[in-house]
């Protein structure tokens, strides 16, 4: 993939950066400048909490070019608390087995590797389950 | 009004893994067999449904290769891509044009050479079905895709394990009997639970294998027929297309795929029909879990039940609700862009009395539904026997 496409989204992928509706308060990820809810301009800037809870998952084994290192690894649509789903993978999960309704909580972590030992590192969300102590 | 479109020829190279031949001579094998059904009429444009020729064979300008190659030079020709719906769109394209006399006589052809590239190759150019930026960026690949679908399925509506084994054994069933099938052999319900996992729930013969294709049909209005046509008449009685967000993730109800239910309505209004007077649906098994999927959206099944009509015989030659009836991409292969114009060819040998083994009895309508990923573009077209 391209330098830039990985620079004009990174605000996104870092920090779950999305925008929320003037209009009618509908949260947004990824941003999109136009609400899908009521179709007018949403161009507001909204951090999401990054917490959220498993709507589904599943493992890939056999990983794409650039994201063997993490293979097998475990996609999940999270739903977050305000409201958007996203796909990211999870992380840290130890021993916990994953289901659905899980909480999960957005960490930043490598989510691929370009071209070999020289070639660009990605970094972007992934979430891990919520502590119980943290809860 | 689509009442005088009809399907005036039909023709198909087997699928399969075809690594000596390029793609421009399955295309032109492909429609020189429909031509060769009505010899007299002259097309005069050409819709080429495809997906990859760009990434796998680098290859864009089909329209001028394809045409060339054809003995079809001069024609208008245009490439439609919607990724596995692509075939189904080409269709839909190419109905619009003779219905509206935008042209007389359409040859309609779905290709895909995924055999250009190895395996990796293929799965990376496959991803891009998906949002490149928001799906494939973490990770997730099409099998994911019908992984995260299948398990959130299964938990939500208590389907217990191993339920959407009759759908692949129904599929090579019927693909025994297609000699343009891949895989000719009938496989036991054994075979299914000792498949391989890929993304669980989805195991290996939950998935159809990519292939190599060409198919491709010729549409004209019913007074170009010539008049010693001696097959029966097939009309397009219904064609549209519907699409949903790209990605699962950016639907209100990741569970409802909209387009699949809208396009499926559409198609009945289209044609003045009921889903019980449907004698075949040819459906879109890129994965078993769709196939369900694609039941509860024509409403031949409720929400969380399509996998139900896999245990009890529905979707046999002989069932309620035929599909797959000469192997779906599951058996005959599947042709990513092609297999809009597979399903169609399929369809017409089916309304014309010539299946063979997998013959549905006194066939008369045939339903069609091609999906670009997870119900992100659906094209839906039914067929019917004069
Ligand atoms: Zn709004």
């Known amino acids: 993939m391209e330098v830039p496409r990985y620079?004009?989204?990174?605000?996104?992928?870092?920090?779950l950066v999305g925008e929320?509706?003037?209009?009618?308060?509908?949260?947004?990820f990824p941003p999109r400048d136009v609400c899908p809810a009521c179709g007018q301009d949403a161009k507001t800037k909204f951090?999401?909490?990054?917490?959220?809870?498993?709507?589904?998952?599943?493992?890939?084994?056999?990983?794409?070019?650039?994201?063997?290192?993490n293979a097998p690894y475990t996609v999940a649509l999270v739903k977050l608390e305000e409201g958007p789903v996203v796909t990211a993978q999870l992380t840290d999960l130890g021993q916990e087995p994953v289901s659905i309704g899980m909480p999960v909580e957005m960490v930043t972590r490598r989510i691929r590797q370009d071209g070999g030992k020289e070639g660009i590192l990605v970094y972007g969300y992934k979430f891990r389950p919520v502590m119980a102590v943290a809860r | 009004m689509l009442e005088d479109v009809v399907i005036a020829g039909?023709?198909?190279?087997?699928?399969?893994?075809?690594?000596e031949t390029s793609l421009r001579s399955h295309a032109a094998r492909a429609i020189l067999a429909a031509r060769s059904e009505v010899p007299s009429l002259q097309p005069d444009m050409l819709v080429i449904g495809n997906m990859l020729g760009s990434t796998i064979s680098h290859q864009a300008n089909l329209g001028a290769l394809v045409a060339d190659w054809a003995n079809l030079s001069g024609v208008d020709a245009p490439t439609v891509e919607a990724s596995g719906a692509s075939g189904?769109?080409?269709?839909?394209?190419?109905?619009?044009?003779?219905?509206?006399?935008?042209?007389?006589?359409?040859?309609?052809?779905?290709?895909e050479k995924i055999t250009d590239s190895v395996q990796t190759g293929q799965d990376r150019a496959l991803t891009q079905m998906m949002d490149t930026d928001y799906e494939a960026m973490p990770g997730l690949t099409p099998s994911g895709q019908a992984g995260l679908v299948m398990n959130r399925y299964m938990a939500q509506y208590q389907v217990p394990a191993g339920a959407f084994a009759g759908f692949a054994v129904n599929a090579h069933a019927n693909g025994a009997h297609n000699p343009n099938a891949m895989f000719r052999k009938p496989i036991t319900r054994q075979r299914y639970d000792e498949a391989e996992v890929v993304a669980p729930p989805v195991n290996q013969m939950d998935v159809a294998p990519a292939a190599d294709g060409a198919a491709a049909v010729i549409l004209t209005r019913r007074e170009w027929l010539p008049a010693d046509y001696a097959m029966p008449v097939v009309r397009v009685a219904a064609s549209n297309l519907v699409t949903d967000s790209l990605a699962l993730h950016d639907r209100s109800d990741p569970m409802l795929f909209q387009a699949a239910r809208l396009s499926s309505e559409r198609a009945f209004r289209q044609a003045g029909i009921s889903p019980a007077e449907v004698d075949l649906f040819e459906l879109d098994d890129a994965y078993s879990i769709y196939a369900a999927l694609q039941l509860e959206a024509a409403g031949f099944a409720a929400a969380g039940q399509g996998w139900l009509l896999a245990q009890d015989g529905s979707i046999i030659p002989r069932g309620r609700v035929p599909i797959c009836t000469l192997g779906g991409s599951k058996a005959r292969g599947n042709p990513i862009g092609a297999v809009g114009v597979y399903q169609a060819v399929e369809a017409v040998l089916q309304l014309r009395g010539k299946a063979g083994g997998s013959q549905v009895p006194e066939a008369r309508v045939a339903m069609l539904q091609n999906w670009g990923g997870p119900a992100s573009t659906v094209a839906t077209h039914i067929l019917m026997r004069e």
């Open chain 1, 7 to 15: 620079w004009r989204n990174r605000n996104q992928r870092y920090a």
């Open chain 1, 20 to 28: 929320v509706c003037p209009h009618c308060e509908v949260k947004i």
């Open chain 2, 88 to 111: 189904g769109a080409a269709l839909r394209l190419g109905v619009m044009a003779v219905s509206s006399r935008q042209a007389d006589v359409v040859v309609v052809l779905g290709v």
């Open chain 2, 10 to 19: 039909i023709g198909q190279i087997q699928v399969g893994e075809h690594w």
């Open chain 1, 47 to 69: 951090s999401f909490s990054g917490r959220g809870e498993v709507y589904s998952y599943t493992t890939i084994s056999d990983a794409p070019a650039g994201y063997e290192e």
